[in-house]
């Protein structure tokens, strides 16, 4: 089973800058799609962004152009930087495998996830 861990978060300004870390432990990495979702206080759980193993990316639209999905797997570890941030993106942030638009879900278990906070 992946090992998930998430890392970055803070609180931020409106339209300040975050960049989110996910380190995956496992031989796969490298092969699997990956997926950054965020979940609101009251929300369900939603994915923002996803990359394929050989870096095809793909956004929602309340993140495009703001967001960019990459990946490193010589370090098991996919980012999510985060530019022009706004109120709405507060939330919890995580990574998972296998992300599926469809369903918001992914292919593993889910890591605690970094919140993300932007306020003035």
């Known amino acids: 089973q992946v090992q998930l861990v998430e890392s970055g978060g803070g609180l931020v300004q409106p339209g300040g800058s975050l960049r989110l870390s996910c380190v995956a432990s496992g031989s796969i990495f490298s092969i699997t799609a990956m997926g950054w979702y965020r979940q609101a206080p009251g929300k369900q759980r939603e994915l923002v962004a996803s990359?394929?193993?050989?870096?095809?990316?793909n956004y929602a639209g309340s993140v495009k152009g703001r967001f960019t999905i990459s990946r490193d797997n010589a370090k098991n570890t996919v980012y999510l930087q985060m530019n022009s941030l706004k109120a709405e993106d507060t939330a919890v942030y995580y990574c998972?495998?296998?992300?599926?638009?469809?369903?918001?879900?992914?292919?593993?278990?889910w890591g605690q996830g970094t919140q993300v906070t932007v306020s003035s």
């Open positions: 998972n495998t296998r992300p599926s638009w469809a369903t918001s879900t992914g292919g593993g278990s």
């Open positions: 990359i394929t193993s050989g870096g095809s990316t």
